[in-house]
Nanobody, 115 residues
Framework: QVQLVESGGGLVQPGGSLRVSCAVS????????LGWYRQAPGKEREVVAQ???????NYADSVKGRFTVSRDNAKNTVDLQMSSLRPEDTAVYYC?????????WGQGTQVTVSS
């Protein structure tokens, strides 16, 4: 069973920055896709950013130019650096690992953008 543990969420003011991190309990070198999703109250979970095993990343239009996803295969972590945060970025952020046949989720970390 693969475990994903997120950390780094919190309260930040609009325009600020925050970094969330996900520790994976297995080697991620060959993992097809790692990514971050978020779910705001009353809304469906949506993809924020993904990064492939080849290091190719893609982003939701709403976060392009503000968020950066990265993976460290040596540490088995995937991070999401968020800048120029907006109140609408407020959500629970979830780490996701997809092997091509199975998908695993972390428990989520709350990010709140508010003055």
């Amino acid at each position: 069973q693969v475990q994903l543990v997120e950390s780094g969420g919190g309260l930040v003011q609009p325009g600020g920055s925050l970094r969330v991190s996900c520790a994976v309990s297995r080697n991620i070198v060959g993992i097809y896709v790692l990514g971050w999703y978020r779910q705001a109250p009353g809304k469906e979970r949506e993809v924020v950013a993904q990064i492939t095993r080849g290091g190719i990343s893609n982003y939701a239009d709403s976060v392009k130019g503000r968020f950066t996803v990265s993976r460290d295969n040596a540490k088995n972590t995937v991070d999401l650096q968020m800048s120029s945060l907006r109140p609408e970025d407020t959500a629970v952020y979830y780490c996701n690992l997809h092997t091509g046949t199975q998908s695993y989720w972390g428990q989520g970390t709350q990010v709140t953008v508010s003055s």
